[in-house]
T-cell receptor, first 113, second 114 residues
Framework: GESVGLHLPTLSVQEGDNSIINCAYS??????FIWYKQESGKGPQFIID?????DKRQGQRVTVLLNKTVKHLSLQIAATQPGDSAVYFC????????????FGTGTRLQVFP | GAVVSQHPSWVICKSGTSVKIECRSL??????MFWYRQFPKQSLMLMAT?????????EQGVEKDKFLINHASLTLSTLTVTSAHPEDSSFYIC??????????FGPGTRLTVL
């Protein structure tokens, strides 16, 4: 079936470096994508979103890139900080007429000094 | 930003009892609320989708008589785990959305069934 997956289950980066978390999706009808951050024992926290009519969107220290040709989504975190350590999930909305999301498997980001 | 609360944040109960978890959207009206279940080191698994005033739509494999969902208002949804057993122990998370907007998640409820 349709699925959203991640290439790397764990990413370790040094504090101050940039982080890139990748996500592949297979549903060509998906029109909306979201990145969430989940810290241990907490609910997912919205980071940034992007609609399918865009290929890049920037927030504070974060950038999301969408490549619809290869069905690839990435989250870039600039100047990674210890507080960025968490599990990151990408999620896609199945279609324009639903609010239901499909979540990826998650990538754990570990930031070391 | 949109804030969703859950209560309780954690609960321990005996096997065979029922547990109710509340999910509230505090600063927006959630036309749709979702309930997820998450096992350790795994992704979120959607259990059901509920729209205010109508019956919830359950995902395949989720027992609707076991996990009762009520969405009585645009700011409140409840999940009742009936006759809980140890295998129901998990982290339950709700989310709310306004039509076409992002899903905003609650902080989660840790259920432990002894």
């Amino acid at each position: 079936g349709e699925s959203v997956g991640l290439h790397l289950p764990t990413l370790s980066v040094q504090e101050g470096d940039n982080s890139i978390i990748n996500c592949a999706y297979s549903n060509s009808a998906s029109d909306y994508f979201i990145w969430y951050k989940q810290e241990s024992g907490k609910g997912p926290q919205f980071i940034i979103d992007i609609r399918s009519n865009m290929d890049k969107r920037q927030g504070q220290r974060v950038t999301v890139l969408l490549n619809k040709t290869v069905k690839h989504l990435s989250l870039q975190i600039a100047a990674t900080q210890p507080g960025d350590s968490a599990v990151y999930f990408c999620a896609e909305r199945e279609s324009y007429n639903t609010d239901k999301l499909i979540f990826g498997t998650g990538t754990r980001l570990q930031v070391f000094p | 930003g949109a804030v969703v609360s859950q209560h309780p944040s954690w609960v321990i109960c005996k096997s065979g009892t029922s547990v109710k978890i509340e999910c509230r959207s505090l600063d927006f009206q959630a036309t749709t609320m979702f309930w997820y279940r998450q096992f350790p080191k795994q992704s979120l698994m959607l259990m059901a989708t509920s729209n205010e005033g109508s019956k919830a739509t359950y995902e395949q494999g989720v027992e609707k008589d076991k996990f009762l969902i009520n969405h009585a208002s645009l700011t409140l949804s409840t999940l009742t785990v009936t006759s809980a057993h140890p295998e129901d122990s998990s982290f339950y998370i709700c989310s709310g959305t306004m039509r076409g907007d992002t899903q905003y998640f609650g902080p989660g409820t840790r259920l432990t069934v002894l």
